[in-house]
């Protein structure tokens, strides 16, 4: 698989873009990255300033999934400019980007998973929620998060160190997982831990579904509305979970269409990592109706209770 993610690279280069081609991908990732994270501000800017979302486990999750994705996004366009104007990076430089964006990107199908945990325990649970959500299970909850990912991604620098010469740490590639953590043994971890994953995560929104589900039988109008909430979760984790098997399509899209792999690795790269963060501020900070009032406040500057 690292000689994979080699023969990528070069494919990569060998049928690189147009100049004209080359910019307007770029403006259009600058646009959109920018665009998303702009959004993702003002809602964080509305939570920080109304402390009455301070004390809601639902908004506090919410919240760190915005600045979770800031974070994604903000990484994911940085290397994707890097690929077209430095082509090759040291590896020393590479590794701490690569690193913060795979634990990003993982945290978002957990959060996602405990956002419809608290769904569930709302509408199911209501007598017991604010006993089992309170805040600090909430921080505690996210503190895991970022443990579970971490926990998942560090042993592939550990392996690296461990195994790779000291002149690997000063070359120059094309800056994607597989060649900052090259072998074949990390590349079945990674197969491994996306499983999981993918268990883990789809297991808690099923569960809750159905819950929900069974609860809205009863025409409460909470419990359809959280039912319709917990869908959404679970389109969004399945755009999430795309980069679970973005390898294996990029290396069926290389042997399909190598004269266009650029543009299918663009295609990829919108789907995977843009698309499901674009839509993360329209469906949990817009539709929600508390959540738009204020925010409707802070845009054109109104003042009331």
């Known amino acids: ?67 979770n994705d800031m974070i994604q996004m903000s990484l994911s366009v940085v290397l994707f400019v890097i690929s077209y104007t430095l082509h090759r990076i040291s590896v020393s430089a590479c590794t701490p980007v690569i690193l ?11 959060n996602l998973a405990c956002m419809a945990a608290e769904c569930y325990v709302a509408v199911c649970l209501p007598l017991r929620h604010a ?10 909850l996210i503190a895991l ?43 079945q971890k990674q197969e491994i831990s996306y499983i999981a994953f993918l268990v883990l995560v789809w297991s808690v929104i099923i569960f809750t579904y159905f819950k929900i589900l069974f609860a809205a039988q009863a025409a409460s109008k909470d419990a ?14 399945l755009l999430c979970m795309t980069s679970y098997v973005a390898p294996v399509l990029k290396e069926a ?34 539709r929600d109706k508390c959540f738009r009032k204020f925010l409707k406040r802070d845009l054109f500057c109104k003042s009331g209770p």
């Open 145 to 187: 998060i970022w443990t579970t990912s971490l926990v998942s991604i560090l042993p592939d620098l550990f392996v690296t160190l461990a195994t790779q010469p000291p002149e690997f740490f000063s070359s120059r590639i094309f800056c994607l997982r597989q060649t900052a953590f090259p072998g074949e043994l990390l590349v």
């Open 100 to 110: 913060l964006a795979l634990v990003t990107t993982e945290n978002t199908p957990l």
């Open 253 to 286: 899209l290389l042997r399909w269409f190598p004269e266009n792999y650029s543009d299918s690795l663009f295609a990829c790269y919108v789907v995977v990592q843009v698309l499901p963060r674009a839509i993360s501020p329209v469906i949990y900070g817009v």
């Open 224 to 237: 359809k509305k959280a039912r319709r909430t917990v869908v959404l979760h679970g389109v969004q984790v």
């Open 131 to 140: 006993r089992i959500c309170t805040v600090r299970r909430t921080l505690v």
């Open 1 to 67: 698989m690292s000689g994979g993610a080699s023969a990528n690279a070069s494919v990569v280069i060998q049928y690189r873009d147009s100049l004209a081609k080359a910019v307007v991908k770029n403006v259009l990732v600058l646009a959109i990255g920018l665009s998303v994270n702009y959004i993702n501000v003002g809602l964080m800017y509305t939570f920080c300033k109304h402390q009455i979302f301070y004390w809601d486990p639902r908004y506090i999750l919410f919240s760190h999934l915005v600045v």
